[in-house]
């Protein structure tokens, strides 16, 4: 047991107790590893756990609770890895300056969650699974420098695109399929946890306002509840009001509000 501050910390006895502290809760299902996590703590009105960062950094602390809960988890976790994390993940509004977070690398998003695959999108037709990882690649690099996978991710289950067919075989872009030049993307990801999670949704900048991102968003989320799973997760990051806009129309609810941001090292 620590106690930080008036709050008692309980450190579980192992990373995959997380999961019995709250059952099915998406940000754990986002963010947890194969076998739980690494390490993990529970406080009256939140929990912490210490797993692999998402993009292969090092360990991420994750925190969730209110906002008198979360800071002692914190200052428990990073007691004992000190130097070992990459960065944390808390509730938006939990003040994070007191730990030495690079600045300008903060990141506010939400994640959110699909119950039922949504409604059919007028565009959705045009969605083709893309193959060629290269393409993708090169895609995501000029379009959405920083996607949250990449082409070869081992997580992903399959790449959900648009080709836009007036440049069919012109192979004047760097981004040409066989159906013509790539103008929009998503990836569907099975998490470790098994949750499915959709990421690196981009589109053109000269195809947006077409419902590109809504067909590619709804055809990849129906696909996961085709595949058995119970629920579909996103990451929206701030600020993009029209890409939240979608995510509603089509189903997703907020479950959790986030600030993430990397340690200095």
Same mark, same amino acid.
Not at 61 to 66: I, K, P, R
Not at 143 to 155: C, G, I, Q
């Given at each position: 047991?620590?106690?930080? !501050?008036?709050?008692?910390?309980? #450190? ?21 590893? +194969? ?31 209110? +906002? ?10 990073? &007691?004992?890895?000190? !130097? ?7 509730? #938006? ?44 690649? #090169? ?20 790449? !959900? ?29 099975? =998490? ?14 000269? %195809? =947006?306002? =077409?419902?590109?991102?809504? &067909?590619?968003? %709804? ?36 479950? +959790? ?7 200095? =090292?």
């Amino acid at each position: 047991m620590i106690v930080a !501050g008036t709050i008692e910390v309980r #450190r579980l006895a192992d990373g995959a107790g997380v999961h019995e502290v709250s059952p099915g809760d998406p940000l754990i299902a986002l963010e947890g590893s +194969h076998y739980g996590a690494r390490a993990a703590w529970t406080a009256p009105g939140g929990f912490a756990f210490v797993g692999p960062a998402y993009d292969g950094s090092g360990w991420w602390l994750t925190a969730s609770g209110d +906002h008198a809960a979360v800071p002692a988890l914190i200052s428990a976790a990073v &007691a004992q890895f000190d !130097g070992e994390l990459a960065g944390l993940t808390v509730p #938006r509004g939990v003040p994070i300056g007191q730990w030495d977070v690079v600045e300008d690398d903060i990141s506010e998003w939400d994640l959110m969650l699909a119950q039922a695959p949504p409604p059919a999108q007028p565009r959705e037709d045009l969605v083709a699974v893309i193959e060629d990882l290269a393409v993708v690649q #090169r895609f995501l690099d000029r379009t959405s420098p920083t996607h949250s996978v990449r082409a070869d991710d081992p997580e992903v289950l399959a790449w !959900g695109g648009v080709a836009d067919t007036d440049t069919a075989g012109s192979g004047d872009s760097a981004e040409t399929t066989g159906g013509g030049d790539l103008v929009a993307i998503g990836a569907l990801v099975r =998490r470790p946890s098994g949750a499915a999670y959709l990421a690196s949704i981009a589109t053109a900048e000269q %195809a =947006r306002c =077409r419902g590109l991102g809504s &067909a590619v968003t %709804a055809c990849l989320t129906r696909r996961a509840f085709a595949s058995g799973a119970s629920d579909c997760i996103l990451a929206h990051y701030h600020p993009n009001e029209s890409a939240r806009r979608i995510y509603l129309r089509l189903g997703y609810r907020t479950t +959790h509000r986030c600030t993430s941001a990397a340690f200095r =090292r």
